[in-house]
């Protein structure tokens, strides 16, 4: 059964660098027909789409973030990443790592998610 | 961007009513829409796939459809665990995907 779990600080300043990394467990991150994604819900929103990697290295990111965003897979280490720069309080959010089948890219298996302040 | 526009945004039913949410997609995006329930703090589950293919694991009671660009969750018969946000995403175009605003479910 696989499994994600995201990591990462839950308090960052505004205009530095979110970093969070999703652990996959139960399975291989490169094994199957997968994208990996970063989906995230401010507070009592709904869901936004961030981005999402394939493991040949392609990846697809919002047009609204596009130019903060970054996320990056690392095989050996069963993780994928995501980096959003230059944060404000705009950010502050619940961020989830997603697994997305790459039949009808339906997001088949979440994280718990993780909650990220954006606060000086 | 494809907008989904998902109704109502609130509801309040009864256990053991039919309930119905909608979502209209702004263009076609064949079958390509999918059904999540989120439950406060915690992370949206996948329902439905392809408009209407229930997951594993999840109660007959709930089924999708899809009429050209309308998608419909039904939830034939209200249980009190039903009671959670339902929210559609449509897969057809990347990026960006889209979801709906969400639909709060309530048990009377």
């Known amino acids: 059964q696989v499994q994600l779990q995201e990591s990462g600080p839950g308090l960052v300043k505004p205009s530095q660098t979110l970093s969070l990394t999703c652990t996959v467990s139960g399975g291989s991150i490169s094994s199957g027909n997968y994208y990996w994604s970063w989906v995230r819900q401010p507070a009592g929103k709904g869901l936004e789409w961030i981005g999402r990697?394939?493991?040949?290295?392609?990846?697809n990111y919002n047009p609204s973030l596009k130019s903060r965003v970054t996320i990056a897979v690392d095989t050996s280490k069963s993780q994928f990443s995501l980096k959003l720069s230059s944060v404000t309080a705009a950010d502050t959010a619940v961020y989830y790592c997603?697994?997305?089948?790459?039949?009808?890219?339906?997001?088949?298996?979440w994280g718990q998610g993780t909650m990220v302040t954006v606060s000086s | 961007d494809i907008q989904m526009t998902q109704s109502p945004s609130s509801l309040s039913a009864s256990v053991g009513d039919r309930v119905t949410i909608t979502c209209r997609a702004s263009?076609?995006?064949?079958?390509?829409l999918s059904w999540f329930q989120q439950k406060p703090g915690k992370a949206p589950k996948l329902l439905i796939s392809a408009a209407s293919s229930l997951q594993s694991g999840v109660p007959s009671r709930f089924s999708g459809s899809r009429s050209g660009t309308d998608f419909t969750l039904t939830i034939s018969s209200l249980q009190p665990e039903d009671s959670a946000t339902y929210y559609c995403q449509q897969s057809y175009s990347a990026p960006p995907y889209t979801f709906g605003q969400g639909t709060k479910l309530e048990i009377k």
């Open positions: 990697m394939y493991t040949s290295g392609s990846s």
């Open positions: 263009q076609s995006i064949s079958t390509y």
């Open positions: 997603a697994r997305e089948e790459g039949n009808y890219y339906a997001f088949d298996i």
